[in-house]
């Protein structure tokens, strides 16, 4: 018997994540990517968004990446 849980449906997960000076101000800042598996047993992403959380103020920053080609495989931060 097989379960569907709608919960685990198109939810974004952490893909890849480092720490960082993102802003220059000399404070480590957390850079992280986001995004949707197309399906479960794909490696292939979707929705990909980058989040930076200010290492000064906790705030996170997120930024969709463009809609057109708002895919891919393997993401890395460097």
């Known amino acids: 018997m097989y379960w569907y849980e709608p ?4 939810q974004a997960q952490l893909v890849y994540s480092a720490y960082g ?3 220059g101000d ?3 800042d957390y850079v992280y990517i986001t995004a949707v598996k197309a399906e479960a047993s ?3 992403l979707q929705d990909i ?3 930076i959380q200010d290492g ?3 705030r996170v920053y ?5 809609k057109d080609g ?6 890395l931060c460097f």
């Open 7 to 10: 919960y685990r449906v198109n």
């Open 21 to 23: 000076d993102v802003n």
């Open 26 to 28: 000399g404070t480590l």
């Open 42 to 44: 794909s490696p292939f």
């Open 49 to 51: 968004t980058l989040n």
């Open 56 to 58: 000064a103020t906790n």
């Open 62 to 66: 997120s930024i969709p990446l463009n």
């Open 70 to 75: 708002n895919s891919g495989y393997q993401l």
